[in-house]
């Protein structure tokens, strides 16, 4: 199972081979190979003049091209190479270039390539600095034998052990959740602690290495990193046991101020504005900015911490993370999330140890304020909105799509400390937010080596709204107000009779409304084939595809009516009545915002001018009108 999510990055990895090739060098220069020269007497004497020194000018080896017109007031220590700098602009900045060459710096036990440009450098020593690359002010560049952080032991989940996750340069989320979710497989265990062993001891390196055009500019201090192909380091406090991936189409990035340590950053993300990484890994495009703090977690593709905290945790891909708030000990593969302003995702210290976790789902929204007592577990309640200030107690939520919010009233026999919880209530109330976050992160995503699932509804959601409806409609006995002890899987909150059925028609309608969806697809693909005479009978006939299969047992379940263009029919008012209430539930906010701001519908768009819903009506209509021509296709 490791070997079918690691895949072959051993021998595709740009890390395990810009190692090897340091390792190995293809003759007597990693950078320049047998290509190399001693330099001649008239160079010495010109690098001299040129107010340049070395205690042993033998000990340079050079290209053959190498002119000493190029290298000025520096100094070489140890063994060193130095290519051909014939490049005239070079570029540091936008609008700052300089000839290629080496000015004002001092080396030791380094290769520097071809057209490469180091120019007031305090000291950097035992580097390989790749053709192209620039150094530019910078104080201290130091390498010796290092992995560039991998291999290490990442406490995701529980800071005080038990679900660690050791670090390779090309992690993916599916990874980290396995092996830090299936603990008790040990052949996984097994599996990956080889596998990591084997990686560790593959990109192990006697020298730092700058790779092809990587920018590393006004930074104070560097040890034993790897900075990939056009990276940008600029204005980083530290940079220090790190694993900078990065493409000309990926830049990653590290600047204004912001501390990476022991962490790996891969292609296109970025630490900025203060920002402190440690002993973490970014995976692609994720980022780190406005003195946001990345310790000991794992974030996702398109994953951003900025201002708050995250500490111990798996973040999957899109989580929203803005503002001031901590996010400890979370377990989040699938993501797609937020952490709102003023967030205490965190209480996981019992008085005796802080060894408590969250196990997030996909979707969750933390609003302003929040506590969240440990351990909780959501993982079976994806897309749940926990309302702004509510205080969360220990618990197990098994309800999708539902709203947990302050109690409206206090109720005989029932706790204070319960919140109320609305099942379902997001699909009701606030389908917006789901249908528009399909779209968003569609468009936002930026990974190329990451495939996402940006369907909310689909089967395996679908089978958890399945058995949160069966739970909400085997009550004993209908009441005014329920509790854990009546409804399994509303956690320590409490259920009114009202919100119970309001739960169930939602799960029900876009359980009816996922199948129906299912059902046009594949009348559309027979009708593409010219196979519509098979379409009368594909309820009552299995398929070999499991998503189809799927959505017809549901058909099945759900519905009595058996004739297909009835269904269909359905199926378009059903899109027809979604796009309404996307309508509405924005439109909710138009009309408290008229009741409490004086101006408020000049300032604000009206949601019937709002883009998104705009699009899912022209998306509505689009629907009705295939369906019209299915049907008709369908004939008699």
Same mark, same amino acid.
């Given at each position: 199972?490791?070997?079918?999510?690691?895949?072959?990055?051993?021998?595709?990895?740009?890390?395990?081979?810009?190692?090897?090739?340091?390792?190995?060098?293809?003759?007597?220069?990693?950078?320049?190979?047998?290509?190399?020269?001693?330099?001649?007497?008239?160079?010495?004497?010109?690098?001299?003049?040129?107010? !340049?020194?070395?205690?042993?000018?033998?000990?340079?080896?050079?290209?053959?091209?190498?002119?000493?017109?190029?290298?000025?007031?520096?100094?070489?220590?140890? !063994?060193?190479?130095?290519?051909?700098?014939?490049?005239?602009?070079?570029?540091?900045?936008?609008?700052?270039?300089?000839?290629?060459?080496?000015?004002?710096?001092?080396?030791?036990?380094?290769?520097?390539?071809?057209?490469?440009?180091?120019?007031?450098?305090?000291?950097?020593?035992?580097?390989?600095?790749?053709?192209?690359?620039?150094?530019?002010?910078?104080?201290?560049?130091?390498?010796?034998?290092?992995?560039?952080?991998?291999?290490?032991?990442?406490?995701?989940?529980?800071?005080?052990?038990?679900?660690?996750?050791?670090?390779?340069?090309?992690?993916?989320?599916?990874?980290?959740?396995?092996?830090?979710?299936?603990?008790?497989?040990?052949?996984?265990?097994?599996?990956?602690?080889?596998?990591?062993?084997?990686?560790?001891?593959?990109?192990?390196?006697?020298?730092?290495?700058?790779?092809?055009?990587?920018?590393?500019?006004?930074?104070?201090?560097?040890?034993?990193?790897?900075?990939?192909?056009?990276?940008?380091?600029?204005?980083?406090?530290?940079?220090?046991?790190?694993?900078?991936?990065?493409?000309?189409?990926?830049?990653?990035?590290?600047?204004?101020?912001?501390?990476?340590?022991?962490?790996?950053?891969?292609?296109?993300?970025?630490?900025?504005?203060?920002?402190?990484?440690?002993?973490?890994?970014?995976?692609?495009?994720?980022?780190?900015?406005?003195?946001?703090?990345?310790?000991?977690?794992?974030?996702?593709?398109?994953?951003?911490?900025?201002?708050?905290?995250?500490?111990?945790?798996?973040?999957?891909?899109?989580?929203?993370?803005?503002?001031?708030?901590?996010?400890?000990?979370?377990?989040?593969?699938?993501?797609?999330?937020?952490?709102?302003?003023?967030?205490?995702?965190?209480?996981?210290?019992?008085?005796?140890?802080?060894?408590?976790?969250?196990?997030?789902?996909?979707?969750?929204?933390?609003?302003?304020?929040?506590?969240?007592?440990?351990?909780?577990?959501?993982?079976?309640?994806?897309?749940?909105?926990?309302?702004?200030?509510?205080?969360?107690?220990?618990?197990?939520?098994?309800?999708?799509?539902?709203?947990?919010?302050?109690?409206?009233?206090?109720?005989?026999?029932?706790?204070?400390?319960?919140?109320?919880?609305?099942?379902?209530?997001?699909?009701?109330?606030?389908?917006?937010?789901?249908?528009?976050?399909?779209?968003?992160?569609?468009?936002? !995503?930026?990974?190329?080596?990451?495939?996402?699932?940006?369907?909310?509804?689909?089967?395996?959601i679908i089978d958890l709204m399945l058995e949160a409806?069966?739970?909400?409609?085997?009550?004993?006995?209908?009441?005014?107000?329920?509790?854990?002890?009546?409804?399994?899987?509303?956690?320590?909150?409490?259920?009114?009779?009202?919100?119970?059925?309001?739960?169930?028609?939602?799960?029900?309608?876009?359980?009816?409304?996922?199948?129906?969806?299912?059902?046009?697809?594949?009348?559309?693909?027979?009708?593409?084939?010219?196979?519509?005479?098979?379409?009368?009978?594909?309820?009552?006939?299995a398929s070999a595809c499991p998503r189809w299969e799927?959505?017809?047992?549901?058909?099945?379940?759900?519905?009595?009516?058996?004739?297909?263009?009835?269904l269909l029919k359905q199926y378009a008012d059903m899109?027809?009545?979604?796009?309404?209430?996307?309508?509405?539930?924005?439109?909710?906010?138009?009309?408290?915002?008229?009741?409490?701001?004086?101006?408020?519908?000049?300032?604000?768009?009206?949601?019937?001018?709002?883009?998104?819903?705009?699009?899912?009506?022209?998306?509505?209509?689009?629907?009705?009108?295939?369906?019209?021509?299915?049907?008709?296709?369908?004939?008699?």
């Open positions: 199972m490791i070997k079918d999510l690691t895949g072959n990055v051993m021998e595709t990895s740009e890390l395990v081979k810009a190692v090897a090739e340091v390792k190995k060098p293809k003759g007597k220069s990693v950078v320049l190979g047998d290509a190399v020269r001693k330099l001649k007497a008239k160079e010495i004497e010109k690098l001299i003049k040129n107010g !340049n020194f070395s205690p042993d000018w033998d000990n340079i080896l050079v290209a053959k091209e190498f002119s000493p017109d190029r290298v000025f007031h520096s100094s070489f220590f140890g !063994n060193c190479v130095l290519g051909s700098f014939l490049e005239n602009a070079v570029n540091v900045d936008k609008n700052l270039s300089y000839p290629s060459g080496i000015y004002n710096s001092t080396i030791t036990d380094c290769e520097v390539g071809c057209n490469a440009l180091v120019m007031n450098v305090g000291s950097i020593s035992n580097y390989i600095i790749r053709e192209d690359a620039v150094i530019f002010n910078c104080q201290s560049i130091v390498g010796s034998e290092s992995a560039f952080g991998n291999g290490l032991e990442i406490g995701i989940a529980i800071e005080t052990g038990g679900r660690e996750v050791l670090s390779y340069a090309e992690m993916t989320i599916p990874v980290a959740e396995l092996v830090a979710g299936r603990r008790a497989d040990k052949q996984i265990q097994a599996d990956y602690k080889a596998f990591i062993e084997k990686y560790v001891k593959a990109v192990t390196c006697p020298k730092g290495i700058i790779c092809k055009k990587a920018i590393v500019r006004n930074t104070a201090k560097i040890a034993n990193t790897f900075i990939g192909a056009s990276a940008l380091i600029d204005g980083a406090t530290l940079v220090k046991e790190a694993t900078i991936l990065s493409n000309a189409d990926e830049v990653t990035e590290v600047t204004d101020g912001a501390y990476v340590t022991q962490s790996i950053l891969q292609w296109g993300s970025e630490a900025t504005s203060m920002a402190i990484v440690a002993k973490s890994i970014m995976t692609e495009h994720s980022h780190a900015e406005r003195h946001g703090k990345v310790t000991e977690s794992i974030l996702g593709p398109n994953t951003g911490v900025a201002e708050g905290e995250c500490t111990a945790s798996l973040c999957g891909p899109f989580v929203g993370f803005h503002h001031q708030s901590l996010l400890i000990a979370a377990y989040w593969p699938e993501g797609k999330g937020n952490v709102g302003y003023g967030a205490n995702v965190g209480s996981n210290h019992t008085g005796k140890a802080p060894d408590q976790e969250i196990w997030c789902g996909e979707g969750t929204f933390f609003g302003l304020g929040v506590n969240i007592k440990m351990p909780t577990d959501l993982s079976r309640a994806p897309y749940c909105i926990i309302a702004t200030a509510v205080n969360a107690l220990p618990q197990k939520v098994e309800m999708p799509f539902s709203l947990i919010n302050t109690p409206a009233a206090l109720h005989p026999g029932i706790s204070p400390a319960y919140n109320e919880i609305m099942p379902g209530w997001v699909l009701s109330d606030n389908i917006f937010s789901v249908k528009r976050n399909e779209g968003k992160y569609e468009k936002r !995503n930026k990974a190329k080596r990451t495939k996402f699932t940006f369907e909310a509804l689909r089967p395996d409806r069966k739970r909400l409609s085997s009550v004993a006995q209908t009441k005014e107000i329920y509790t854990d002890k009546d409804v399994k899987g509303i956690g320590k909150n409490y259920l009114s009779e009202e919100s119970r059925k309001n739960g169930i028609d939602a799960y029900t309608f876009y359980i009816k409304y996922y199948a129906l969806k299912g059902l046009k697809a594949k009348v559309a693909e027979l009708v593409s084939e010219k196979k519509a005479k098979e379409v009368a009978g594909i309820l009552d006939t799927h959505e017809r047992k549901v058909l099945l379940q759900e519905f009595s009516e058996r004739d297909v263009k009835a899109t027809v009545q979604i796009a309404k209430d996307v309508e509405d539930s924005k439109a909710k906010d138009d009309k408290r915002g008229v009741r409490v701001i004086p101006d408020y519908a000049e300032a604000h768009e009206a949601a019937k001018d709002n883009s998104f819903v705009k699009q899912t009506w022209a998306e509505t209509e689009a629907t009705k009108k295939e369906i019209e021509e299915l049907i008709k296709k369908l004939g008699n």
